[in-house]
């Protein structure tokens, strides 16, 4: 059998395609593993956080659709909510393509706040919406 190294062969056709397809597939892996990796999640009340108030950059209370509320502590690269029903958590901020996002490890549960508005998607599920800031106590 002779090499003809200048011939296009369907085998040399079948492998680029899996090299270029393999390769994005592998930098996608990676991104979602390493975006994932850098968000926490640490279930504790929001006044337990042991933040000193020195660290608060700013904080809302965002009034939302079906009458729910969110509160929201802003640090530097996290926002502690209470929300209205009942639960408190501490989220850090992860990469975002427009206004802030905060996340959980696994992304389970997302607050987006842009400017004066808000929402919560828990499992690509939008929980907390129509949120926006109330500015009444300002």
Same mark, same amino acid.
């Given at each position: $059998?002779?090499?003809?190294?200048?011939?296009?062969?369907?085998?040399?056709? !079948?492998?680029?395609?899996?090299?270029?397809? &393999?390769?994005?597939?592998?930098?996608?892996?990676?991104?979602?593993?390493? &975006?994932? +990796?850098?968000?926490?999640?640490?279930?504790?009340?929001?006044?337990?956080? &042991?933040?000193?108030?020195?660290? !608060?950059?700013? +904080?809302?209370?965002?009034?939302?659709?079906?009458?729910?509320?969110?509160?929201? !502590?802003?640090?530097?690269?996290?926002?502690? *909510?209470? *929300?209205?029903?009942?639960? +408190? $958590?501490? *989220? *850090?901020?992860?990469?975002?393509?427009?206004?802030?996002?905060?996340?959980?490890?696994?992304?389970?549960?997302?607050?987006?706040?842009?400017?004066?508005?808000?929402?919560?998607?828990?499992?690509?599920?939008?929980?907390?919406?129509?949120?926006?800031?109330?500015?009444?106590?300002?």
């Amino acid at each position: $059998m002779k090499i003809e190294w200048n011939k296009v062969t369907w085998y040399s056709r !079948v492998a680029a395609i899996i090299i270029y397809v &393999g390769t994005f597939a592998l930098a996608f892996y990676l991104g979602q593993w390493c &975006g994932a +990796s850098k968000a926490i999640i640490n279930q504790v009340p929001a006044q337990n956080t &042991g933040e000193n108030q020195d660290n !608060v950059i700013t +904080s809302a209370t965002f009034d939302c659709a079906g009458g729910k509320t969110i509160n929201a !502590v802003f640090f530097s690269e996290k926002v502690a *909510l209470s *929300l209205s029903d009942g639960r +408190s $958590m501490l *989220l *850090l901020q992860t990469l975002s393509a427009s206004g802030a996002r905060y996340s959980n490890t696994d992304e389970s549960f997302v607050f987006w706040n842009t400017g004066d508005t808000a929402f919560i998607q828990e499992r690509d599920k939008t929980t907390y919406e129509d949120c926006i800031a109330d500015n009444t106590n300002k």
